[in-house]
């Protein structure tokens, strides 16, 4: 099937499912969309059972379709912008301490806490898997997903600077978690034998130090281009080529990416759109973007729900999933507790912060991309059956219950 046909099949199945999902369930659009692609998966499952060769062509479609690929080389640097160019400079300053604790600590330690209780478990179950493999895994599960937390937590009612922490972290983490990733698959690709300390730390210096500063020029540049003129077609073209070709630089210049793309949307969005851009301009950028962040949320989370259909699952892998929530969510809690604890005496946090910071911590597609992307060799359908469990009860159970549970914490 030509990639035409595909991407047809994709948006026009999104736009029923958002329909839907907009006139009858009501739900948070991330939350629907991927409730009913699950619903969509399973019952498509069970008439593949029956009728295999009927169904064969969907599954097909699914299957063929690179997910990590069309994640993280298309949709990630879109939504990462669409997501940042609407950040409060001012307020994210303002956290700027616990967002660094949080994206940055906070991801190493839940890394090592996660590997650490994940290896123990695979032992607890009789299968072998290296410590190694153990930390990669938690390296791609760790991160709060931007994609997920920035959609739900706009409807979920929580206070300006707690919303801001949890938001900022989230940007900001997952291009930390990206470079703590790809650290520990060259370490089990080359041997820790054959790698040294100073090679693993320039590596994680120019990856987040150069995307971050990489970010920053490119946002620089786009401010002048935009100031230099006034007619808002361009200038919504011109952050559509910052953002495509931007994020194609940086695969260049081996820097990350997503960071850059966070950084570049919070200059134009805040520095650009005050001082660079008509009034009417500054409209059609935040339409544009916000129909970009929804189309590509609503994409993104039919895919996870569809995925269900090509990722192999056994009675095993789900009770080790199931233990594995529990682990990830005692891993999140500690990470955030941590922090937020020797913060306290400089930070101004909400009474009932590291509940709330723990629990709104969602891990979305960024993690299944990341898991779908490890070879065979390293665990491969483990992983992403584990991931995918995850997930699915991150985005429905945490993502439906965090402005419930706030509510509840603050006796609203």
């Known amino acids: 099937m030509q990639s035409y046909h595909i991407l047809t099949f994709i948006i026009c199945l999104a736009a029923a499912f958002a329909y839907i999902n907009f006139r009858y369930i009501k739900w948070e659009p991330t939350i629907g969309i991927m409730v009913l692609s699950l619903g969509a998966s399973l019952i498509l499952a069970a008439f593949n059972s029956f009728f295999p060769q009927k ?27 669409a997501g940042s160019i609407h950040i409060n400079a001012i307020n994210l300053r303002k956290e700027r301490l616990p967002v660094i604790a949080l994206s940055t600590v906070g991801i190493f330690i839940s890394t090592f806490l996660i590997g650490t209780l994940l290896f123990y478990l695979f032992a607890a179950f009789h299968i072998a898997v290296g410590y190694i493999y153990c930390l990669l895994f938690a390296a791609l599960i760790s991160p709060t997903d931007p994609i997920a937390v920035l959609a739900i937590l706009k409807r979920a009612g929580l206070p300006v600077s707690l919303e801001t922490k949890i938001a900022g972290e989230s940007l900001f983490n997952d291009g930390v978690a990206v470079v703590i990733f790809l650290t ?45 003129i006034d007619k808002y077609e361009i200038e919504v073209m011109i952050t559509v080529a910052i953002v495509m070709g931007g994020y194609l630089v940086a695969n260049v210049l081996h820097v990350s990416g997503p960071l850059a793309m966070v950084v570049a949307g919070i200059v134009i969005g805040n520095k650009a759109r005050k001082l660079a851009v008509s009034n009417v301009t500054k409209d059609y950028l935040d339409k544009f973007w916000e129909l970009v962040d929804e189309m590509l949320n609503a994409i993104l989370f039919m895919l996870i729900g569809f995925e269900m259909l090509v990722i192999k699952v056994d009675g095993q892998i789900i009770i080790i999933s199931l233990i594995a929530i529990v682990i990830t969510l005692f891993a999140r809690w500690v990470s955030v507790a941590i922090p937020v604890t020797f913060l306290r005496r400089k930070v101004r946090f909400a009474k009932n912060a590291i509940p709330i910071l723990t629990w709104g911590g969602l891990r979305g597609g960024l993690s299944v991309a990341l898991a779908l992307s490890l070879p065979a060799e390293m665990f491969r359908d483990q992983f992403v059956a584990i991931t995918y469990i995850i997930v699915v009860f991150s985005i429905i159970v945490q993502g439906l219950t965090v402005g419930k549970l706030y509510r509840k914490l603050e006796g609203k």
């Open 184 to 228: 520990i698959m060259e370490v089990a690709q080359t041997g820790i034998d054959k790698l040294s300390v100073p090679d693993i730390s320039v590596l994680f210096i120019r990856e987040t130090g150069g995307g971050l500063l990489f970010g920053l020029l490119l946002g620089r540049l786009g401010y002048y281009i935009l100031r230099s």
């Open 55 to 81: 169904s064969a062509t969907v599954i097909h479609v699914i299957a063929s379709i690179d997910f990590h690929d069309l994640l993280m080389n298309g949709m990630l640097g879109f939504l990462l912008f």
